[in-house]
């Protein structure tokens, strides 16, 4: 196998380039970070919250705290807090009733671990996710009034059902989205492997991707939209594979060209830097400001390397 250039990527041939496990062609991968079910905190109250955590492990916390379950402690006594007139304590009892109560020793405060693990930030509601996933809760004296609401409010509920397509991700898919046989697997990946052959062309010509009016009946829908038109109708399959596929993934939104061109520029990257290897290199930077008055940065990098030398 050939080592990896930014020749050979651009001018090979539009399928994505296959990395072959050679430690000539790599810089040594860094070590995989995991998150050890004896990284679980127990006490609620006590936790990371799951933003805080680094992206690559936030799965692998999801899915150690959901099998774990709700803390629920059993024999310990409950400190009482004069409220409202009254001493009143958390009750032990309540555990039986909600199967998503936790409680923090910590706090004397009560969460949600659906809430905690799915919280949505910036979607808040007065029984909702913010308080039982980060603060807790700690007035007792409407405590089941507080909780059957939560119970009841669309953030908790929204938790729930993401916990459970999270935790059976291939059936909740199944069940509740589409019938996903091998079929339809194909069909996504011609849509997946044309619309990359032509964010890669795109961006290889420095060309926009989007259009003022990218509907159905626009007469320009913007250069990347066109021509995944015109690659449907140069290819029956890929016609096919748009027509007969699935019409909630045909891999055209916006933020699926989003997705494409930064995968895209990861790989280039990856190709400079097994380029340079150790090599002597120059950086030109330089900055202007572009229509919407943002300062849009340019890098250009600059090495020799020794495939040039055979042309």
Partial sequence: MSKRTLFNYYSS????????????????????????????????GMRKPIDEHPFEIRDQVKRAYALRGPTQPVGISFPRKWQSGEWRSFQQSWFAKYDWLEYS??????????????????????????????????????????FDKHAASHSHNNAIMKCDDFMNQRTSVTNKVVKYTKEEEARYKIRLTSSLEIVRFLIEQGEAFRGHDESSTSLNKGTFREMVDWYKNKKKKVKD???????????????????????CAEEVTAVIMDEIRGRHFSVLIDESRDVSIKEQMAMILRLVVSWIMSF
């Fill in 13 to 44: 041939s539009s399928s994505t380039p296959s990395l072959e496990n050679n430690e000539n062609t790599r810089p040594p991968k860094l070590s995989r970070m995991e998150f050890r079910s004896s990284d679980i905190v127990s006490d609620p």
């Fill in 105 to 146: 020793e910590s706090k004397d405060a009560a969460f949600c671990l659906y809430c905690y693990l799915f919280f949505q930030p910036g979607k808040l509601e007065k029984f909702g996710s913010d308080v039982f996933a980060k603060k807790g809760y700690e007035k007792w004296k409407k405590a089941l009034e507080r």
């Fill in 241 to 263: 594979a748009y027509e007969k596929g699935s019409k909630h993934c045909q891999m055209l939104a916006p933020d699926i060209q989003k997705d494409l061109t930064k995968a």
